[in-house]
Structure formats: structure tokens, C-alpha cells
């Protein structure tokens, strides 16, 4: 089955770190655009991050110079490094695959849930 | 990068048909066909409906349809039916990903 499943998450004391994992299968993640995307409780989606089939990596602003994206090929996982987490990093995280890099995911994890604070 | 804006909400009884508009700047849904629209229900991952403006996943009833005209994407839903209520967003490349702050459907 193609699936997605992240995991993670919790609750982390502000200017606490945080490493989210999201294992793939019936698919190959290194071959895909893989981001994540993140929905604070009540509020919209927001892109976060993006690595490239190449390798290249792409983050939000909000984000930049805390997080870190990366891949384990041999154990077709993405992960997402939070360091420095703020209160407004509180959000459901989602990954997400784009085939194409066309910017559109038609593959989404159930999400995994993160909760900055003190 | 904004956000691009939708309206908060949009009703529609049983039958009809809704639009939902998505607006942007010529930077983003003007310059880009890259242009897609989710649904998401309560508790649950979003779901692509529309890719590349217009294009429909497999799976996803031909109800919904997605066009755009210059700054400005819109989602149709036909047909309403109950388990189309859920909310929509819009998202659209611009050197990055942007969505939209979302469109809750209700069917009246």
C-alpha cells in the first residue's frame, strides 16, 4: 500500500529541539519531491520545507536556519529537525509528496502533532 | 510570501452548484499554472481535488472543476452533496509554496 506515516511528535519546552519522522511506503522517497506542511490547531496550511529528488533542500521563511530537512534512503524516511521551537511552531506536520515538482501533493501522511510549551 | 485569500466561507443546499474563489498576484496564481485546490475534512489530512488549475485526480468525481482567470483561481463544486461540506484550500506556486487561508463549505 502507499502510505505515508509520520511520527514524532509531542510536546517540547520553547527553544527545545524536536526530530519528526515520516516513513514511506510502496513508493521510493528519494525518487519524489517530499515536503512538509504544517496546520496550526484552527488556522490554514502552511508549507515548511522541501527536499528535491537531487537533494536540494527549500525551507519557509518562518523556518529557515531552525529546521532542517533530510532523507534516509535505505530506510525510505524524511525526516524534519526542529531546533529552537517557539510557541508558533505548535501545528499538526504533515509530509507530503510532489511527483513532479509541479507543487502539488497527492500523497499526505495522517499528520503528527506538535506542542511547544512551557 | 502572502497568502493567497478565500473567502472564510461558502453555503449551498443539496443539488446546486458552489464556486470558491482564490486570489492571488501576477507573481504567483497569475504567473503559474501550478495552481491546486485540497479538501480537508475535520481531523483529516487534506486531499488533493484539482492539480494544475483544472486537472482532476483519479478518484476525484468530475462535480469538482478548477479554472483561473488572471490573478484569480476558483473551485466549482456541482451537485452538492453532503459529503462534499469540509473546508478548502487553494495553494499556488510563487518561488515557493503559498495556500490559501481556507474556505469552509457547509451543504445547507
Known amino acids: 500500500e502507499v502510505q505515508l506515516v509520520e511520527s514524532g511528535g509531542g510536546l517540547v519546552q520553547p527553544g527545545g529541539s524536536l526530530r519528526l519522522s515520516c516513513a514511506a511506503s510502496g513508493f521510493t522517497v528519494s525518487s519524489n519531491y517530499m515536503s512538509w506542511v504544517r496546520q496550526a490547531p484552527g488556522k490554514g496550511l502552511e508549507w515548511v520545507s522541501v527536499?528535491?529528488?537531487?537533494?536540494?533542500?527549500y525551507y519557509a521563511d518562518s523556518v529557515k536556519g531552525r529546521f532542517t530537512i533530510s532523507r534516509d534512503n535505505p530506510k525510505n524516511t524524511l525526516y524534519l529537525q526542529m531546533n529552537s521551537l517557539r510557541a508558533e511552531d505548535t501545528a499538526v506536520y504533515y509530509c507530503?509528496?510532489?511527483?513532479?515538482?509541479?507543487?502539488?501533493?497527492?500523497?499526505w501522511g495522517r499528520g503528527t502533532l506538535v506542542t511547544v510549551s512551557s | 510570501q502572502s497568502a493567497l485569500t478565500q473567502p472564510p466561507s461558502a453555503s449551498g443546499s443539496p443539488g446546486q452548484s458552489v464556486t470558491i474563489s482564490c486570489t492571488g498576484i501576477s507573481s504567483d496564481v497569475g504567473d503559474y499554472n501550478y495552481v491546486s485546490w485540497y479538501q480537508q475534512h475535520p481531523g483529516k489530512a487534506p486531499k488533493l481535488m484539482i492539480y494544475e488549475v483544472s486537472k482532476r485526480p483519479s478518484g476525484v468525481p468530475d462535480r469538482f472543476s478548477g479554472s483561473k482567470s488572471g490573478n484569480t483561481a476558483s473551485l466549482t463544486v456541482s451537485g452538492l452533496q453532503a459529503e462534499d461540506e469540509a473546508d478548502y484550500y487553494c495553494s499556488s506556486y510563487a518561488g515557493s509554496l503559498v495556500f490559501g487561508g481556507g474556505t469552509k463549505l457547509t451543504v445547507l
Open positions: 507530503a509528496r510532489d511527483r513532479w515538482l509541479f507543487w502539488y501533493f497527492d500523497l
Open positions: 527536499i528535491y529528488s537531487g537533494g536540494s533542500t
